[in-house]
């Protein structure tokens, strides 16, 4: 079992910055495929907000420019760093891990960290 554990997240004020972390740890040896943030505002359905993959990087064109990606491979560790933060931003952002493990592929998610924007 692979646990992943989030920390970042908080009140900031429009236009402020915030930092996001997430290590995933634990379990039996595995290979990491992705690792990424996705978002789920109140009354909306979970979205991707950035992920990075063995082959790349995505990025939400809602964020582009304003959010940077980055993973540790060495670590299992991704960081969200969040710029120019707008009210739209605000909702729990989940960390989500992607892994193979004896040929069979898992995906986890983080407990979600809150992100609030106030305008």
Known sequence: Q???VE?????????GSLRLSCAASGGSIFSMN??????QAPGKQRELVAIVTNYGSTVADSVKGRFTISRDNAKNTVN???NSLEPEDTAVYYCNV???QWGRSYEYW??????TVSS
């Open 34 to 39: 992705a690792m990424g943030w996705y978002r």
């Open 2 to 4: 692979v646990q992943v």
């Open 80 to 82: 969200l760093q969040m």
């Open 98 to 100: 992607r892994i193979t």
């Open 7 to 15: 920390s970042g997240g908080g009140l900031v004020q429009a236009g």
């Open 110 to 115: 983080g407990q979600g960290t809150q992100v």
